[in-house]
């Protein structure tokens, strides 16, 4: 079928082709398929752990592996890979993602399937960086931050949907089948990709050096601090809300998953919010949403002891979490002057540390001075992030 040539530069006029939409969409839902790739192994850790004779701490290093790898390799894969064709690019990604499922559907050992989760560990950071980009030049200037966060929207739906089903499918399949199933998914998007996404003319080739200039660059660099605080505040609370629903709100633990799933559901809604609004100012709206998070999280402490309040301070919390998720990344990205696929890969890279460290901090509080605590030092470090954003702003050059 014949495709259009849509520079990938930001043009100020969106491309006039009729299936960016589709695309659009097609890269959210690779984006499902991704993250749940990713965040799948934490439900099945047991019986993986119990198949290859392993201790499920064992097990977990595999969890360790993958957001390591993304952190460290992403930012400098992205920067080689640039220069390349996004929609050839994206193919070979979820090649890679169904040949690595399909391998750790098969691994005889841990150790092959630690290299089978390392593998599409250094590709989900380069499609983060420029699935982020190419959405936004899909639909143009005007459109390109709800683009953004429908891309993202992938991220939600791996949350509410992706990861419990296939956490059930494990159950009637086995965590094989579960492997088998992402790697026929990835196999199809990619294949779909191949027919459906216009192809983009390819971007220049800008060399390694020139491309981490951005890094030199003040307001950048701020703005990927801000991101760091932005996920820590987050994952600091979110990392233990299992156990803060069980142990603080009394919540039986065969409810737990169906509050968790309430509360992605409803960040849904702020996926969509964070996308209407990010245009608004990016710094603007991550103060304002940093603020909301910093309330609902506390409030989740606050109020756990009345159902009806817990289930009001979650919405809020869930909302916020989940919006800040697009307005990160598009704030990060318009910060850069050039080189915005590495800037968005870095922003995913730094999320990635903010994840980390969250869950270092909100264990150390839990150990020190006890798990009611971890939600008000997160709302906190979220007051942080708050405070933090008209510093940023300051260092915008005129």
Request: proline share 5%.
């Amino acid at each position: 079928m014949p495709s259009a040539t849509i520079p990938t530069a930001h043009a100020g006029a969106p491309p006039q082709t009729r299936g960016n939409g589709l695309a659009v969409l097609l890269l959210a839902i690779s984006a499902f398929v991704i993250v749940t790739t990713e965040f799948i192994i934490v439900g099945l850790l047991p019986g993986l752990a119990r198949d290859l004779d392993i201790s499920v701490a064992a097990a977990g290093q595999l969890v360790t592996l993958f957001a390591f790898t993304v952190m460290l390799a992403g930012p400098f894969l992205t920067a080689m890979l640039s220069h390349f064709e996004r929609k050839r690019l994206f193919v070979v990604i979820l090649l890679i993602f169904a040949g690595a499922n399909a391998l750790a559907a098969a691994a005889p050992n841990i150790w092959i399937l630690e290299f089978a989760r390392f593998l599409p560990a250094l590709a989900l950071p380069v499609f983060w960086g420029t699935a982020s980009e190419t959405a936004g030049t899909l639909a143009g200037p005007e459109r390109s931050g709800k683009a953004v966060a429908n891309v993202y929207l992938g991220i939600s739906g791996a949350m509410v949907l992706g990861i419990p089903l296939g956490t059930l499918a494990s159950d009637a399949f086995g965590w094989r089948g579960t492997f088998w199933g992402l790697s026929g998914l990835s196999l199809l998007m990619g294949v779909l990709l191949f027919f459906v996404m216009p192809t983009l003319a390819r971007p220049a080739r800008v060399r390694l050096a020139e491309q981490a200039r951005i890094l030199k660059d003040p307001y950048f660099l701020g703005n990927v601090v801000l991101s760091v605080v932005v996920f820590t505040a987050m994952f600091t609370a979110y990392t233990y809300l299992a156990d803060t629903l069980q142990q603080i709100a009394h919540i039986p633990a065969g409810r737990v998953g169906w509050w968790l799933m309430g509360f992605g559901i409803v960040g849904l809604g702020g996926n969509w919010l964070g996308g209407q609004f990010v245009g608004k100012g990016p710094l603007l709206v991550t103060a304002i949403a940093s603020l909301v998070l910093a309330v609902g999280i506390a409030a989740t402490t606050l109020f756990a002891g009345s159902p009806v309040w817990l289930g009001v301070a979650l919405a809020v919390w869930g909302v916020a979490n989940t919006a800040l998720y697009p307005i990160c990344q598009v704030r990060v990205m318009q910060s850069a002057s050039h080189a915005q696929a590495l800037a968005g890969t870095l922003n995913v890279s730094m999320a990635n540390a903010g994840i980390g460290l969250g869950a270092i901090i909100g264990g150390a509080i839990i150990l020190h001075l006890g798990l009611p605590s971890v939600g008000y030092v997160a709302a906190a470090i979220a007051v942080l992030a708050v405070v933090l954003t008209p510093l940023v702003a300051r260092l915008k050059r005129g």
